[in-house]
């Protein structure tokens, strides 16, 4: 008995010192084998990819009971680019000892019951070196627990501080206990991610339940062996899997997945004590970003002794784009972006010295170092504004872009105030301007990672508007609201509602400009502070002795907030009352565009609106333009999570037929981001007042009469006070306003005073003309980067995984000019109408933009992964003479004939596999993603990287898709031909739907090109006279015979005519007339040559007369349009005959003498008492080319299809064979009745939505009473 006890107490004893929870022993030492994967591709067979490979031994040693040193010995690191099966990984000696110098230094860490504390190292290893020890370490956070199979918690990991799941399972034989770990890693409090280049982007939480760009998974799976000191790994796995499309990831997805393994080699006894320098504290497990600024993703550059290479790369750029862009060195902008980055402040006031006297240079360099995004570029403006050694253009320009671009640090937004106070700032309004409306978009970037945002960082912009308000300076009241409408910060709205009346504790009476910037300047602070925004917002809409356009913009800002249904039934209600008419117009027309809206921003928003219109639609839904109006149009695409919309705002009142204001702005909506892009405003509030005493004459129908009562009124625009703005006008690009300005009386008496014939050598024109007759040189190159976005992620191997998007364009402008003037003008400039001018100009004008997407492992060691290039040139140049004789009124312009091809644009774009390392950057791989693809990128070929071109033979496949076109539009008379060729590549997979449209080669272009000429040319020559003249015998016999052939040409048209009696009657009624404007004499008005030239042979090419002859009631022009040249006779002639403004027709005959083919077209309007408004149009033809034949066949093929989709009816029946007719009545005030005939069919549709002018139904309304 006492033995059956004794074996099992000492069972008992065996189990009880076996434990699984995860512990190290500080008197041991642990040897691992580590190996790290990562690997990017498409996962689809035969597509590129690229990888690569860390493998080393791993030492942990004990240096007390919680703290361990880790050592990694035996690192290679390898590379892998190409395709699976045909290549392998390969080793890079170079890199490996690279990071071999770092990791073998000792690191230290604390660990504790499964988790890992402080990481220290010497002071000197660079963060990401420590990020791979993070990798390595993760293995060892692991929380154990043997009560539960299955526990959910929230942990520390290198992603973050993120959800967990755990499930574990013993093995009753081996006792080992196999623990699968998974991470959410979309469910984390301190994720480690950053986005940079996104703060103007506003973040779409309904766009992210339509579908994701970006997806990840992580799970580790730990084999322990429990030990009485506690669990031990003995092998563990790390997968992180990750899909990315710049679109859906449903649609097909690029795949990143990375793959780390460690295997216990051993365990023993530690021998001696360890030894090991100073260290500091790197921080915990949690992966930590280093400054990446200057690691940019798409290149890689040795980055030492910056200076030179700067001042060579600037010199090379202006060199090759002194005429026109080069595009083949437009990839060097971006590496001095990423050398400039650094560069000491030092180094940058070195090179300015360097540049500041060469113009070229100046600006190059200028344009440049706005990408340096620290608080050197701040100084470096300090320094120039100091000493004044910029011009105010210069200035504006940095400024703008340096500001934009500047990291929204706290540091860097405090020490941008110091621009408000120096002496260069306020030397010309539109520095001033800069300044100030720069700042405020500085403060909305900083707020948008830094919440709450100080009230600090707006607070000058808070200054500047109480001081305006107190001393009613109204251009710093505008101004200040203007900057702060930029910020968007909350704490502003209490200085704001100073400025709006019946909001204002203190009454105020301000101008309608103020109040317009007042309320515009809530528009970013609706979506950080709605309900405030709604507050403010409603009272003011609801306020009826205010401006009425200022109770539109209120309403415009509400509807930002994206109210409620419940606030929308709110303003719905108080419109049924509503009795201004301009803003129960403009606001039902509002709501109305809403309720149509597919974006996801607005998904609740147009359903509550589409009730409103429903409610509002009895009352006001026939109102018509006459009223001010709101349009939006968008659309939003599930598949590429990409959508745009529009608004157009025309904002009038009840005083005035003039709008007040006109707005139009645009949105991007991109993966879960809306971008606003392109603002325009215009405010007529001087223009306004001219108006509002009536518009004489005014009739609403939108004749010519309405047009020249508008323009007599404008006549009096000098009657306005010196001082009142006439016009203002804003520019907005991602919702922040850049620029604004307004125009005077003033300025425009000095603009006519310039350009008027009478001004004299005082006139700014008079110069620019002595200029040109001495011979003039302007050039202009604008390197500028568009955005750069970039995401950053930790990787389970400590590796930082980017996806970047960067978006660059190099603009060149280059105009040489030369004019000869006979007689010169020596007094006034209307002294040209009487000279003759020469000009003989040649030039350049384009850009090249480059655009790539990288998604990949970036470090400042090496890089992997795939990249996206695309490269659009446009480039027109220009090379002729003309001449200009204004008494004669005579032009004539030379250009030399096309010798050699030149391409006008082309988009070549592909993607590739890239891996890249810092030790060997000639060894850099570039393998595109599908192969064989043609690769014409000829700045990939630059970067001396190697291009895997693999046998086109050993990877077809059933999914190859290579199509090749080539469209040539030649002209033997000329010389000259246009070319548009195109080259695709792609492997598609339905499955991988839309992305594989975007992925593979792409070359698109269009050319000018030399063609063998029938004759030797050397230039062409165009003439044109506006002079009148009698045409000569042979001519005036054409006529005569055209106007015969049209008369019966006329009569054939009227007898198929299917006309109502009433068109018919008009017809009748003003036969006689045509048939006298017929038999008249025309005159030539106006002549067009068109010529090749070369030597002393006759000339070939075409010369057209337009011919017109004016009667009382009725308008006859005819077009004669003849080959010139040897052994032809082909003529194209035209007769036009448009009477009373109620019947026009035409007839067209061309070929042989104007024999071969014949067609003609009639249209004609009727609007007889008792009977609806009729517009009706007829096209009947004779004798057609074939290939217009065809091209009818298929337009008329897509019609039955397009009509059926906007809501038309079909009747199959059999009309008229050579005619196509179509007719429109006016239905109601709103409506219109479409019937379109053709051949085969006719299709129709009642009732079409079009909102007519008020007048116009009126006058149809009086014409059925008085008939009645």
Known sequence: MRGILLCCLVALATCQSIRYDLALDPKKTYEYKYEGTVNFGLGMPNLAESAAKISCKVKISGVSAQTFILQ???????????????NAFTASPKLSQLI??????????????????????????????????RGILGFFQVTVKTTQKYYELEEIGIHGKCQSTYVTEENLKTKDMTITHVVDINNCKEKAAIYRGMATAVLDKVAKQRGESVISIVRYVYTLKPTAEGGLITKAQGLEQQHFSPFNVKGGNFKMQAVKEIELLGVSDTAEALTFGPMESKGSLIYKFVDAESDVPIMMQNLQDPVPKVIALVKKLAEANKYDIDSASTEDVLK??????????????????????????RRWFLDMIVEVTDARILKFLESRFDAADVTATEAVETLVLSINHLRPIPELVEMAKMFFTMPFSKSTIYVWHTVVLTYGSLVYKHCNYYTPCSVSAVQPLLDLATESLSTGNEANMVLALKA????????????????????????????????????????LIAARDPHSVQDITMTLFLQKDIPTEIRMLAFIILFDTKPS???????????????????????????????????????FLSTACNVAVKILA?????????????????????DFLIGTATEILMLRSTTNTFPTEFMMKGKFFFIGRILQLLEVGIRAEGIKELFSAGIPGFTGDLSYSDLQAVLNVLQNWEILPDDKTILSSFIRASGQEWFFADINKKLIQDIIGAISPSAGKESPLWGMIENLQKGVSWHRTKPFLIFEVRYFQATTLGLPLEISKYYITTNGITVNAKTTLNPPPTEHLGQLLASEISLETDGFAGWTKDFWVFYGINTEMFQCGTEFISKVPLAIPWNFAAKINMREKKFELDIPVCKKEIELFSVTSNVYAISRNIEELALAKMTPIIPDAKDSNSEVVRTNSTIVEPESEQFETPNAWHPTTKMCAESSIYGTGICVESELKREYYHEEYPLY?????????????????????????????????????????????????????????SLSSDSASSARGSHNSNHDSVMQVLDSIPRAVFNIKAFAMGGNQKPDGYDASIYYTPEANAQNAQLIMSEVGEDTNWKMCVDTIVHAHAEAKAHIRWGAECQSYEMSMRGITAHLPGSKPTLKAKVHWTRIPETMVEIGKSIGSYIPGMAFLLGFSEQHESNAKEEVSASVVVASADSIDVKLIFPEYTVYRQAVPFPLPPYSFQGLQQDRNTTA
């Open 72 to 86: 990694v010995s035996d690192l290679v690191f390898e590379e892998f680019n190409g395709f699976l099966g045909k």
């Open 565 to 603: 249904t419940a606030l929308v039934s709110t303003v719905t209600a108080h419109l049924q009352e509503e009795k201004d008419l301009h803003l129960v117009s403009f606001a039902y027309s509002y709501l109305k565009s809403f309720a149509r809206s597919s974006t996801p921003e607005n998904l």
């Open 336 to 361: 001095a972006y990423q050398l400039l980055r650094v560069t000491d402040y030092e180094g940058l006031e070195l090179m300015w010295k360097e540049f500041k006297g060469n113009d070229e240079h």
């Open 997 to 1053: 449209y975007f992925l593979g080669y792409t070359q698109m272009a269009m050319k000018v090109t030399p063609v063998q000429a029938t004759k030797a040319v050397e230039k062409i020559h165009f003439e044109v006279n506006a002079g009148s003249s009698r045409p000569p015998v042979s001519v005036r016999q054409l006529l005569e015979t055209l106007r015969r052939l049209s008369k019966e040409a006329t009569q054939q048209v």
């Open 100 to 133: 071999t110098a770092q990791l073998v230094k000792p690191f230290m860490f604390d660990y504790t019951s499964g988790h890992v504390g402080d990481i220290r190292a010497s002071a000197e290893i660079s963060d990401s070196i420590v990020n791979i020890v």
């Open 484 to 523: 702060l409408g930029n910020a968007g910060h909350p704490s502003s709205i209490k200085t704001i509602m100073r400025f709006l009346p019946g909001i204002a504790a203190t009454p105020v009476d301000l101008p309608p400009s103020v109040l317009s910037a007042a309320v515009q300047s809530m528009r």
């Open 618 to 638: 009895p009352k006001f839904g026939r109102l018509s333009y006459h009223y001010s109006k709101a349009l939006r149009v968008d659309w939003f695409n599930d």
